[in-house]
């Protein structure tokens, strides 16, 4: 399995939910499994088949984020010797050319791209377009709408 990229803030994030499936969700959905046991005959029990399902989703999760961790590339921003380039877990700031509209992106893997809160996958067209670009740039991206151009007016490593 190849390495998956993901920011200091985006590990953190999976050990956080992995750690409440361990210790809250997993003791959880054991006692409603036991509860729906002592009800009785379990063929038709309602309660013992959604506790049985709702166990099978959290052992899967669990699964998932331990293999995610395990293949985990983790990137600092602020470690980073980018020298002004726009890399994976850099924050841009961008000017649309057309609008003059500006935004700002976060670039993240994929579990952590989040377009309502600026993150941005390393694998979206934006991001791909502005790998390796600095102040100054001008980053052309295809998009469904059709091309567009974006102004690099800064690159941030937070």
Do not use: W
Not at 37 to 63: C, M, P, T
């Amino acid at each position: 399995m190849s390495k998956i990229p993901l920011t200091t803030k985006g590990a953190e994030s999976l050990r956080a939910e992995l750690r409440h499936l361990k210790t809250v969700g997993r003791p959880s959905v054991i006692a409603a499994i036991a509860e729906a046991r002592a009800q009785g005959d379990l063929s038709e029990n309602a309660e013992y088949d959604a506790a049985k399902e709702r166990q099978a989703f959290i052992e899967g999760r669990i699964q998932e984020i331990e293999g995610k961790l395990s293949n985990a590339q983790i990137i600092d921003p602020k470690l980073l010797d980018a020298d002004g380039r726009c890399v994976f877990a850099s924050t841009v700031f961008l000017e649309e050319q057309d609008s003059g509209a500006r935004v700002t992106y976060q670039i993240v893997g994929e579990d952590e791209a989040d377009i309502k809160h600026g993150k941005i996958s390393v694998n979206s067209p934006i991001a791909r377009a502005l790998i390796g670009k600095s102040s100054g740039d001008i980053a052309r991206v295809r998009t469904p709408g059709g091309p567009r151009e974006y102004e690099l007016l800064e690159v941030r490593y937070e």
